[in-house]
């Protein structure tokens, strides 16, 4: 079974499908994990966000993998390297919209996140997991949230990772996330016509988890 949750950066989208993957045991696969990864890859080889060959190639050449640890976080690891803690610093989210609009950096992407989908059960989240990466999917969700609670709960889980962040700064790059997402040539952020709307602004992670849950089961 294949559960799909979209929408944009700090509606609650990886918080919710690692519980829902946790409750039914499930695979959770975290999409933007992956590309973040490969986003710290192209940093640390010196590649510029212009040099489209270089990130392509290097694209092409990487393995991302990611597993469950007993905890229920995720372990990210790039070609074999535990990256999990790395690929949450503001540099990263600084670049990684960016590398994910490039097309041929998706098509990567895609063959690598249907691969898991076809081998387990599981709950992945991303922008486009129900109109391109799993469009048959069982259950598709669209998580949205107004921006300035998004604003808040994004900031409040960078400072409790140990990162110096305001919330002006976070403010500004949801925003640049949003545009850079909605906008993209290649398969933008948007709603899947099946996909079930849940606005969670006003409500708690339990709730929310709870809601998504009554529909899958």
Do not use: W
Request: with cysteine.
């Amino acid at each position: 079974m294949i559960i799909a949750i979209d929408g944009p950066a700090g509606a609650g989208k990886s918080t919710i499908a690692k519980r829902v993957a946790k409750n039914k045991g499930f695979l959770y696969i975290d999409t933007g994990a992956m590309y973040r990864a490969l986003t710290l890859k192209i940093i640390e080889a010196g590649i510029e966000t212009d040099n489209l060959p270089g990130i392509i190639k290097i694209a092409q050449s990487t393995s991302i993998d990611l597993s469950t640890n007993k905890d229920g976080s995720i372990m990210v690891l790039l070609d074999g390297r535990d990256v999990s803690k790395e690929i949450r610093e503001p540099r990263i989210t600084a670049l990684v919209s960016d590398i994910s609009k490039i097309k041929e950096v998706r098509a990567v992407m895609l063959k690598l996140q249907r691969q898991f989908g076809k081998e387990n059960s599981c709950v992945l989240d991303g922008r486009d997991i129900g109109t391109v990466v799993f469009p048959e999917a069982e259950r598709k969700f669209y998580l949205d949230a107004d921006i300035n609670e998004r604003v808040k709960r994004r900031h409040k889980e960078m400072v409790e990772a140990g990162q110096k962040v305001t919330l002006e700064g976070v403010n500004a790059d949801l925003t640049n996330r949003d545009r850079i997402d909605s906008t993209r040539e290649v398969a933008p952020l948007k709603k899947a016509e099946d996909a079930i709307y849940i606005d969670t602004t006003p409500m708690t992670i339990e709730q929310v988890v709870e809601k998504v849950l009554s529909y899958i089961n």
